[in-house]
């Protein structure tokens, strides 16, 4: 008979093993969450200001974010890899495995920051004249993007950091770093875009500009703590040289997030084409929604981020009933929060729009924009979540089928057929379809996934025995 390990010499479990679920999942999402809130609100201060130079600087912003998108999609696709594969070793107790990992994800940032400046380079100018060709939009879009592509570093590096924090359960740090980077943005905004204290005023590139040092204080943030406080990963200069294999673990487990995004971008591209075949207007609209669906949409990505170490680490160890709790509830959080947006954007949507020197043409368009697309709402919060999981338990491809059914088959059509009706209401209805489409997939996704992991523990078991 087996015996116990004295308590003064037996390994500390995990809270992620052990904790109470909806403590862990409260304590790990949280931090996440408002930090994410406190990125939400400075997009969307940040169109707020440029809204006051002009409707064409914000629709020349609005029309720049399908590249902005990509870069995002990029660094989180390496992000979410990096958290999941890392908290995975870490239920394994595979320390040295975890801390490869994470240097890993560093090497992949800095590579893909190389690729952003390029195209912050040679092609922002050529991207923005496929959408349009009023010359004045043309030029705002153009100088606040270069800007954004040619100091994206700060973007990797922060994300990044704050993925491996996560992957150890310290997400109260990821809530300092954001929240830094987020209120430096906030703060520098109306100085660099409208010359206060001394400063020039430098219009679009202003606020181009206070976003990139935000990102940049924000990643030196997250760098220095991971140095200082994460005891579970340690970041070793060694472990930079090139390893394809764990490269491609990274890759394998993140390009379904990466891919997600980016399918994103090429729908807002095509989408806004569709609208500025209205107007220009609607293209403004269509950028305002974006900002303010992000006060909506982000605390359900950063619960996610709180859930996923989670599920990934009781993955390793093995521990189907926790993975299944984790998941109910972070899908019942994620339904009431989508919910409370849906109120707001249904009796608000006037209110929100005047936030953005709204035109009484932009406020006609808007307001039924705002309240036909939010029917979704609630269902997309089921279908995030669900895509969380299937990612954390490594059947990353399914979310990614699911994301590409959604965008291209089914609300890219659904917009380009309803625009054919000459009425610009209808176009909206493209987002509920396109949602019921991607609920009917992940139930089937999830239920196959499910049915695997099950299969899988059991063999576990019975080679134990």
Same mark, same amino acid.
């Not at 912003?61 to 990029?74: E, I, K, R, T, Y």
């Not at 995030?384 to 699911?402: D, E, F, H, K, P």
């Given at each position: 008979?087996?015996?116990?390990?004295?308590?003064?010499?037996?390994?500390?479990?995990?809270?992620?093993?052990?904790?109470?679920?909806?403590?862990?999942?409260?304590?790990?999402?949280?931090?996440?969450?408002?930090?994410?809130?406190?990125?939400?609100?400075?997009?969307?201060?940040?169109?707020?200001?440029?809204?006051?130079?002009?409707?064409?600087?914000?629709?020349?912003?609005?029309?720049?974010?399908?590249?902005?998108?990509?870069?995002?999609?990029?660094?989180?696709?390496?992000?979410?890899?990096?958290?999941?594969?890392?908290?995975?070793?870490?239920?394994?107790?595979?320390?040295?495995?975890?801390?490869?990992?994470?240097?890993?994800?560093?090497?992949?940032?800095?590579?893909?920051?190389?690729?952003?400046?390029?195209?912050?380079?040679?092609?922002?100018?050529?991207?923005?004249?496929?959408?349009?060709?009023?010359?004045?939009?043309?030029?705002?879009?153009?100088?606040?993007?270069?800007?954004?592509?040619?100091?994206?570093?700060?973007?990797?590096?922060?994300?990044?950091?704050?993925?491996?924090?996560?992957?150890?359960?310290?997400?109260?740090?990821?809530?300092?770093?954001?929240?830094?980077?987020?209120?430096?943005?906030?703060?520098?905004?109306?100085?660099?875009?409208?010359?206060?204290?001394?400063?020039?005023?430098?219009?679009?590139?202003?606020?181009?500009?206070?976003?990139?040092?935000?990102?940049?204080?924000?990643?030196?943030?997250?760098?220095?703590?991971?140095?200082?406080?994460?005891?579970?990963?340690?970041?070793?200069?060694?472990?930079?040289?090139?390893?394809?294999?764990?490269?491609?673990?990274?890759?394998?487990?993140?390009?379904?997030?990466?891919?997600?995004?980016?399918?994103?971008?090429?729908?807002?591209?095509?989408?806004?084409?569709?609208?500025?075949?209205?107007?220009?207007?609607?293209?403004?609209?269509?950028?305002?929604?974006?900002?303010?669906?992000?006060?909506?949409?982000?605390?359900?990505?950063?619960?996610?981020?709180?859930?996923?170490?989670?599920?990934?680490?009781?993955?390793?160890?093995?521990?189907?009933?926790?993975?299944?709790?984790?998941?109910?509830?972070?899908?019942? /959080?994620?339904?009431?929060?989508?919910? =409370?947006?849906? #109120?707001?954007?249904? @009796?608000? !949507?006037? +209110? &929100? %729009?005047? *936030?953005?020197?709204?035109?009484?043409?932009?406020?006609?368009?808007?307001?039924?924009?705002?309240?036909?697309?939010?029917?979704?709402?609630?269902?997309?919060?089921?279908?995030?979540?669900?895509?969380?999981?299937?990612?954390?338990?490594?059947?990353?491809? /399914?979310?990614?089928?699911?994301?590409? =059914?959604?965008? #291209?088959?089914?609300? @890219?059509? !659904?917009? +380009? &057929? %309803?625009? *054919?009706?000459?009425?610009?209401?209808?176009?909206?209805?493209?987002?509920?379809?396109?949602?019921?489409?991607?609920?009917?997939?992940?139930?089937?996704?999830?239920?196959?996934?499910?049915?695997?992991?099950?299969?899988?523990?059991?063999?576990?078991?019975?080679?134990?025995?």
């Amino acid at each position: 008979m087996s015996q116990k390990m004295p308590a003064a010499g037996r390994p500390q479990e995990n809270r992620m093993g052990s904790m109470p679920i909806p403590r862990l999942l409260i304590s790990m999402a949280a931090p996440i969450m408002i930090s994410m809130m406190i990125q939400a609100l400075y997009n969307v201060v940040d169109s707020f200001f440029v809204a006051k130079i002009s409707e064409n600087a914000l629709t020349g912003v609005s029309l720049a974010f399908p590249v902005q998108n990509l870069m995002m999609s990029v660094a989180l696709g390496i992000g979410v890899g990096v958290n999941a594969l890392c908290s995975r070793s870490l239920g394994e107790k595979d320390q040295p495995g975890a801390e490869r990992i994470a240097m890993q994800g560093m090497l992949m940032a800095v590579l893909s920051f190389l690729i952003f400046l390029l195209l912050g380079l040679f092609a922002v100018r050529p991207f923005m004249m496929s959408q349009t060709d009023i010359g004045e939009i043309v030029e705002y879009g153009a100088e606040y993007l270069r800007i954004c592509c040619c100091c994206s570093i700060g973007v990797f590096i922060q994300i990044i950091n704050e993925r491996i924090l996560q992957s150890t359960g310290r997400t109260l740090c990821t809530m300092f770093t954001q929240g830094t980077g987020a209120i430096i943005n906030i703060i520098l905004d109306p100085i660099f875009i409208f010359g206060l204290f001394g400063c020039p005023a430098m219009g679009v590139r202003g606020a181009a500009v206070a976003t990139v040092i935000g990102q940049c204080c924000a990643a030196l943030f997250a760098l220095i703590l991971n140095l200082t406080l994460n005891k579970d990963l340690r970041l070793r200069v060694g472990n930079l040289l090139p390893r394809l294999r764990i490269m491609g673990r990274i890759l394998f487990i993140g390009f379904p997030s990466m891919a997600m995004m980016a399918i994103s971008s090429v729908m807002i591209f095509f989408l806004n084409r569709i609208l500025l075949g209205f107007s220009a207007t609607a293209a403004a609209v269509f950028g305002v929604y974006f900002k303010l669906q992000s006060f909506v949409f982000m605390p359900i990505f950063g619960m996610n981020n709180g859930m996923v170490p989670i599920i990934g680490y009781n993955y390793g160890a093995g521990n189907l009933e926790r993975i299944n709790k984790t998941y109910r509830l972070a899908v019942l /959080y994620a339904i009431g929060i989508m919910c =409370l947006g849906l #109120l707001l954007f249904q @009796l608000e !949507a006037d +209110w &929100l %729009l005047t *936030l953005f020197e709204a035109s009484p043409e932009m406020l006609a368009m808007g307001v039924p924009a705002l309240r036909i697309i939010s029917v979704h709402f609630p269902l997309a919060g089921f279908c995030i979540v669900t895509s969380s999981l299937l990612q954390a338990l490594g059947r990353s491809m /399914y979310s990614l089928y699911s994301s590409i =059914l959604r965008q #291209l088959g089914a609300l @890219l059509p !659904a917009a +380009w &057929l %309803l625009s *054919l009706s000459g009425n610009l209401d209808l176009v909206w209805l493209a987002y509920p379809i396109s949602e019921l489409v991607s609920l009917l997939f992940c139930l089937l996704f999830r239920a196959r996934t499910m049915r695997g992991v099950n299969q899988e523990f059991l063999q576990r078991q019975g080679a134990a025995v």
